[in-house]
């Protein structure tokens, strides 16, 4: 258990921060789902839209650490590629 006062400081921000940074992968991941419906559902103009609103939130990711560069690129490159193929 933390007994230094800088240990349990730790353990209340490694939570704080735990907590923002599901928000952001959560938040990540529901850009991406509306990608993936609007593909689903083959509407062009709405999955370009949403994939326009997607590359931000994933370029930020990466910024903020959540995300590694590499996963990213490859799902950005992935949705990409199956919005032009409508």
């Known amino acids: ?4 006062p800088q240990a349990r400081k730790r353990i209340r921000r490694n939570d ?3 907590e ?3 928000n952001r992968v959560s ?3 529901t850009f991406v789902k509306k990608v993936e419906t609007a593909l689903d559902g083959g509407d062009k103009a709405a999955a370009a839209e949403a994939l326009k609103a997607a590359q931000p939130e ?12 590499n ?5 950005l490159s992935r ?8």
């Open 79 to 86: 949705l990409t590629k199956r919005v032009a193929a409508l």
């Open 27 to 29: 938040r990540i991941r």
């Open 1 to 4: 258990m933390a007994n230094t």
């Open 71 to 75: 996963t990213a690129a490859r799902k």
């Open 16 to 18: 704080r921060r735990a």
């Open 58 to 69: 994933l370029a930020r990711g990466v910024a903020r650490g959540v995300l590694h560069k």
């Open 20 to 22: 923002i940074n599901t």
